[in-house]
Nanobody
Framework: VQLVESGGGLVQAGGSLRLSCAAS????????MGWFRQAPGKEREFVAA????????YYADSVKGRFTISGDNAKNTVDLQMNSVKPDDTAVYYC??????????????WGQGTQVTVSS
């Protein structure tokens, strides 16, 4: 499975940004999809995920109500709409293909990451 992110960049606090991830590979349709992020000096953390069917979504408390994840199975893409961004959202964002265990998402395949910087 190959994952390629796009859409990162610089945005002012309170603004919006949309990240996209294009997935390819023979087994990609068998995975749930999600996003993680890693800020400088911090561990990688879960952001959001969408089930394989697209029927369920999962969010970290820190982004709930501000970020929206959506998947397009026909195109094998997953987007992350980021609204009302904060400086704390500054991080490298990684797309992941993985599995949902109960309500936790675990990445199995990873993209190369895209930088998101929020200025205050």
């Amino acid at each position: 499975v190959q994952l390629v992110e796009s859409g990162g960049g610089l945005v002012q606090a309170g603004g919006s940004l949309r990240l996209s991830c294009a997935a390819s590979g023979r087994t990609v349709s068998s995975y749930a999809m999600g996003w993680f992020r890693q800020a400088p000096g911090k561990e990688r953390e879960f952001v959001a995920a969408v089930s394989r069917s697209g029927g369920r979504t999962y969010y970290a408390d820190s982004v709930k109500g501000r970020f929206t994840i959506s998947g397009d199975n026909a195109k094998n893409t997953v987007d992350l709409q980021m609204n009302s961004v904060k400086p704390d959202d500054t991080a490298v964002y990684y797309c992941a293909a993985g599995v949902v265990i109960v309500t936790s998402f675990r990445g199995v395949h990873w993209g190369q990451g895209t930088q998101v910087t929020v200025s205050s």
